[in-house]
């Protein structure tokens, strides 16, 4: 079956780093569009950062600068690069996958809807105290 493990979450100081990596399985990993997604306390789950099949990203616009989304599709794994993290990025991260269009996927429509994803992993807790 298709799993997403997620991990490197973890708790830094303001102005930090982390790495996160989504391990994935069960399912042909270079054929799918993978995002990062975050969900705060309270709030709605919103896109951090997307990548298609061949590398083409897309950032939310409060990361872009600081976060790089990456690929290994011969290891089946997505990353996220973090750096210069503030307390409000504080919240669960996820991350998900949803098939590629072969005539290309629309990459601000899959940040901007969390909801069309496919599959999704359990989260990685990321705290970001001041």
């Known amino acids: 079956q298709v799993q997403l493990v997620e991990s490197g979450g973890g708790s830094v100081q303001s102005g930090g780093s982390l790495r996160l990596s989504c391990a994935a399985s069960?399912?042909?990993?270079?054929?799918?569009?993978m995002g990062w997604f975050r969900q705060a306390p309270g709030k709605e789950r919103e896109g951090v950062a997307v990548?298609?099949?061949?590398?083409?990203?897309r950032y939310a616009d409060s990361v872009d600068g600081r976060f790089t989304i990456s690929r290994d599709n011969n290891k089946s794994t997505l990353y996220l690069q973090m750096t210069s993290l503030q307390p409000e990025e504080t919240a669960m991260y996820y991350c998900?996958?949803?098939?590629?269009?072969?005539?290309?996927?629309?990459?601000?429509?899959?940040?901007?809807?969390?909801?069309?994803?496919?599959?999704w992993g359990q989260g990685t807790r990321v705290t970001v105290s001041s």
């Open positions: 998900a996958a949803e098939p590629a269009n072969p005539l290309g996927s629309d990459l601000r429509w899959l940040l901007l809807h969390p909801q069309v994803q496919t599959y």
């Open positions: 069960g399912y042909i990993f270079s054929n799918y569009c």
């Open positions: 990548i298609d099949e061949n590398g083409n990203t």
